[in-house]
């Protein structure tokens, strides 16, 4: 019953794809040689709810804030890889949340 629910919210959100690019240094054969690598995964759009539970646990750890933001509103197809290039790059999980909240219309980029 738990993964029917699950498939309902899933199919009636909207998930758009966020990509970002970077140059892994350490993923090339030699030191001068680095390797691009681009990332794409779907997310929706968070909820009010998502939002203040982010700015919430933000001021006591904003990194896993933010990585249970990401995991909450992922599509379910991409949950797992993503996971997986979480844990080779770490530092996807500030990407990925700077560009939804950008989206949403939270950014340290007012008046500048």
Known sequence: MADVKQ???VSSRKYVPFTHSFEDPW???SADE???VS???RFAKPTKIQLQRLQDKAVKNSSQAARNLLLDIIHAD???RF???MEEYPGITASF???ILKGVGISA???N
């Open 27 to 29: 993923a090339g054969e």
């Open 34 to 36: 680095g390797q691009t």
């Open 78 to 80: 991409d949950k797992e």
């Open 7 to 9: 498939n309902e919210s």
């Open 83 to 85: 996971l997986e290039s």
């Open 97 to 99: 949340a700077s560009a």
């Open 39 to 41: 990332l794409t995964f």
């Open 109 to 111: 980029d007012l008046g």
